[in-house]
């Protein structure tokens, strides 16, 4: 049935229109599409050519398959909160926006899993299942408006996966929708080893590039008995650091252990959730642990024991639940909150071996000298996921170019150290030149092997993930082919 | 070409006492290769590699052997590729928690070291004596405490693989949180071998737990309602076993001298913490169910014996009987009837037969031993009740000559394209154990 009410002549957008089946399931004109320009990574921006809004797995796929045929380019987005620019339309993208899809489809407690379309919201998820005790671990701090799907696409993290690990580790099947529109269900019924390549593990973290993910069976858990949560400011970040590893290395595995710098605490205190942490101090360390209530006292004393070890100014655990809500609103609102001390911040997210704490928050503070930018620095201390937060002013002319210059040069120490570009944010177009600090070309080459199985067209999401193949690179490919074919 | 000539061939880029011809062909669980070669370095393996896909040569590879009856339709190919000499610790970083092993290495020898830094593997996979590290991730194995600890896939943060061209390919590197690219290690994991030789293992570690304890629940015949009443409800509870596996009665009498259907619930924290459990347990137990609680030592005896279970390609078999073992995957709490089904097959199908299952993970291993038509039909009923429970089975160990007739992967999945196409873009040649994985791949 024709769609009627467009105002296009695009004939492509008509057909898409008619797929979806209503002048409001899609957005075609300028001012409309403004908003889809980039994602939580505002550096990029580029215009797709229509959004539509498919309702269900069919009309995704429908979509899909129109694409595929008439090799227009396409790509799937959520809440549009991904920080690497994964969902900006490079290429003029046809964007399969997937915020309808958001249904909670079933929840089986007794298995401990529950289905969800991928426009459900991370924190709904918990919302919906809490009062029985249950609750989805993956925890990013944008877990209130972003979506599962995307969470799947980048592999999310959050404050709590020291203990539960990210989001791979919850994933049980995926409903996707293949870049040619052929519907395929791995992992079918939620139960784990399929046999096979693990092709659920594969898709999990490929940032929208092998398929698009229409349905979601998840993992839950029981909530933990009981939780307490520490503060512990230290008045150098030296020995915030040492605490870190000696809390892991008395054998105990906290369900977050979070760090913040001086000019961190300085953002979070000049935002909306202040929590009053001393402003002279170099570092706060945010701990929680959860478990059986018989056990956590012990653990709790033995934390702060490690933390007066290092000279530790001043140490707290939260009274009650309305403390310990204050403690982490104060922490995960932290990268917005640097809008607080400087009108422009760009968020880095390098992963370090633990060790290496100090000695990259050294070298950091070098690159902030050398470049003139503040750098203030948010992490995941417990497993070295570093969050430096390049603060910057987009209106005086170069200094964008600078803070990215700068970010990069954060990356490069943290793969020196022998850590990695990106530990929950993803690749997508900011750190895809990065990837060469840490993949040989062979290594990358491997990798764009692996898409062409899924995407070989490259409708999907392209230019994503990948650094743009340098010369040397395409050759080999040419003579990977060309001995491949002699074979 | 003949065996000596391919041995002379070899001998031209590896070191003369790598490579032999291999006397025993013919093994009863196939997978073997007409030259044995045992490199001692990458380098050695990728040159190997090279030889065989330029000059089309299929290689078998193998570790501690306990996987030898894993899959594979081929009972030789032209190369046995042994990872026995390959083996060590490459670096240990304490304070990281993370070990790098090459993956000759075997299990028991790598979590007695890890013991000595109060850390593990948090993985516990059958015969750690025999199996090695490299065959437990190339099959992505798991044990009972994957409840609590995950699998090889979740253990995994990096791998080496050379490939079949010989090119070494890194994936995922030395950090806990890892997201650039896509994840690599997750198609190496559980392939089978099939892709590539796995030569260096990057695993997370955990510390060692303080205390442990595991607490025995057994249930009389005919009460399996109130068992799975019981396990609902301490699923349901805030508290943290590591493991919640069933054992069948036959599995049971051998483990702890009862025949009845037990669950082995496992705990792992501080002292204080494991006591709370035990008594909590102790509370929600049912009246018909008799409770045991085995601490410490008594706890790990019994799991070092629980390991020691089910058929081990890598010794040979002492009876004359037919050997098989399979996994079934389903939803949790249908594990219960899948390890009632095998129990049942003792009787119908005369087979001595030992089954568990997790009901926090829904994967069980079941053992069947016997004449060779009734392991065979064994086989056919279990896959039966599991595909009943819109599950899968498996079969991890079987002779060659059955796996010629039962298809132990089961049918290929609506996505096999993929799965072949993976193949073929990595493994264009065929090389790396043909035949080995689903579908033929």
């Known amino acids: 049935m024709a769609v009627k009410g467009l105002k296009t002549k695009d004939q492509h957008i008509i057909n898409l229109a008619n797929i979806v089946n209503s002048p409001r399931s899609i957005l075609y004109q300028k001012e409309d599409l403004l908003a889809y320009d980039c994602d939580g990574f505002t550096i990029h921006k580029h215009l797709p050519r229509a959004v539509v809004f498919p309702k269900n797995t069919e009309e995704v796929a429908r979509l899909v398959k129109y694409c595929h045929e008439h090799d227009l380019p396409f790509l799937a987005r959520g809440a549009g909160t991904g920080l690497s620019g994964g969902a900006i339309p490079l290429n003029g993208e046809v964007i399969i926006s997937l915020v309808r899809m958001k249904k909670l489809l079933s929840v089986d407690l007794e298995n401990r899993r529950a289905v969800v379309e991928p426009g459900f919201v991370n924190l709904k998820l918990t919302n919906s299942i809490s009062d029985k005790g249950y609750y989805y671990a993956p925890d990013p701090s944008s877990q209130y408006c972003c979506t599962i799907g995307g969470n799947v696409a980048e592999n999310a993290g959050g404050a709590h996966c020291l203990k539960y690990g990210v989001t791979t580790n919850h994933i049980l099947g995926l409903e996707v929708v293949m870049p040619n529109g052929e519907i395929i269900e791995i992992g079918a019924n939620g139960i784990p080893d399929a046999p096979g390549y693990d092709l659920l593990g594969l898709l999990t973290g490929s940032e929208g590039t092998l398929g698009i993910v229409t349905k979601i069976t998840v993992r839950i858990l029981k909530n933990p008995e009981a939780k307490q949560t520490v503060l512990a400011y230290f008045d150098k970040v030296a020995d915030g650091s040492q605490a870190v590893s000696d809390i892991i290395s008395a054998g105990i595995v906290p369900a977050a252990l979070e760090m913040m710098d001086k000019t961190a605490i300085e953002g979070v205190e000049a935002a909306a959730f202040p929590v009053g942490h001393p402003k002279d101090i170099e570092a706060v360390l945010l701990i929680e642990v959860d478990g059986i209530s018989a056990g956590i006292d012990e653990q709790i004393n033995e934390i702060l024991d490690v933390c007066k070890k290092r000279n530790v100014r001043e140490v707290k655990v939260a009274q009650d639940e309305a403390e310990r809500g204050r403690w982490w609103a104060n922490r995960k609102t932290g990268f917005g909150a640097m809008g607080a001390i400087s009108p422009d911040y760009l968020v880095q997210d390098g992963v370090i071996p633990r060790s290496k704490l100090p000695i990259v928050l050294e070298r950091i503070n070098q690159i902030s000298e050398e470049y003139g930018l503040r750098i203030s620095n948010i992490f995941h201390a417990g497993d070295g996921n570093l969050h430096p937060l390049v603060l910057f002013d987009a209106r005086i002319p170069g200094e964008t170019e600078k803070a990215l210059a700068a970010g990069s040069a954060c990356l490069q120490v943290c793969a020196d150290v022998g850590g990695t570009i990106t530990g929950e944010h993803g690749v997508g177009i900011e750190k895809r030149e990065e990837m060469r600090f840490v993949f040989k070309d062979e290594e990358i080459i491997a990798q764009t092997d692996i898409r062409e199985v899924f995407n070989p067209k490259n409708l999907l999401n392209a230019g994503k993930l990948f650094p743009t193949p340098g010369r040397c690179v395409e050759i080999k490919k040419e003579m990977k082919a060309a001995s491949t074919a002699a074979n | ?441």
Request: with cysteine; aromatic share 6%.
């Open chain 2, 1 to 441: 070409m003949v065996t000596a000539d391919l041995v002379n061939e070899l001998k031209m880029i590896l070191p003369e006492e790598r490579i032999g011809e291999n006397h025993e062909l013919d093994h009863p669980l196939g997978n073997s290769g007409k030259v044995k070669v045992c490199p001692e370095t990458e380098e050695e393996i990728s040159k190997l590699l090279n030889y065989a896909n330029l000059n089309g040569k299929t290689i078998s590879v193998v570790s501690g052997g306990t996987k030898r009856g894993f899959g594979g339709l081929s009972e030789n190919n032209d190369l046995l590729l042994s990872l026995e000499n390959y083996k060590g610790i490459v670096e240990h970083t304490v304070g990281d928690m993370t070990l790098t092993v090459k993956p000759g290495t075997s299990f028991k020898e790598l979590q007695d070291y890890l013991a000595k830094h109060n850390q593990k593997i948090a993985l516990d996979p059958a015969w750690p004596e025999d199996a090695t590290i490299g065959g437990i991730i190339a099959a992505n194995e798991s044990g009972p405490k994957r409840l609590g600890y995950g699998s090889s896939r979740d253990a995994v943060i990096g791998l080496r693989v050379v490939y079949p061209d010989g090119q070494v390919i890194r994936a995922g590197g030395k950090v806990v949180k890892n997201v650039a690219g896509y994840d690599m290690n997750k198609l190496f994991i559980g392939s089978m071998g099939t892709l590539g030789v796995l030569s260096e293992v990057t695993l997370k570690l955990r510390p060692l737990p303080k205390y442990e304890s595991l607490i025995l629940l057994s249930f009389p015949e005919g009460k399996s309602d109130e068992m799975k009443s019981f396990a609902v409800k301490l699923l349901d509870s805030m508290l943290e076993p590591v493991s919640l596996e069933l054992l069948s009665p036959s599995l049971s009498e051998k483990l702890t001298g009862e025949k009845l259907y037990t669950l082995v619930i496992a705990f792992e924290d501080v002292e204080s913490s494991v006591h709370y459990q035990e008594d909590m347990v102790k509370k929600m137990k049912p009246f018909e169910a008799k409770l045991e609680i085995y601490k410490r030592e008594k706890a790990q005896e019994f799991w070092n014996a629980f390991y020691k279970n089910g058929p081990n390609g890598a010794r040979s078999s002492s009876t004359n009987e037919t050997e098989a073992s399979l996994k079934v995957g389903v939803v949790n709490l249908d594990v219960l009837e899948i390890v009632r089904e095998s129990e049942l097959l003792r009787d119908s199908h005369n087979l001595v037969v030992e089954a568990h299952g997790g009901l926090g993970h829904g994967l069980c291993q079941i053992h069947v031993r016997g004449a060779i038509g009734d392991v065979e039909s064994a086989i056919k009923h279990l896959r039966e009740s599991a595909e009943k429970n819109n599950g899968y089975a498996i079969v991890k160990h079987l002779p060659y000559s059955l796996r010629q007739k039962v298809n132990v992967w089961g049918d290929n999945p609506s996505y096999f394209f993929l799965l072949q196409g993976i193949k073929s873009k990595i493994d264009s040649n065929g090389i790396m154990n043909p035949r080995r994985f689903v579908g033929g791949i």
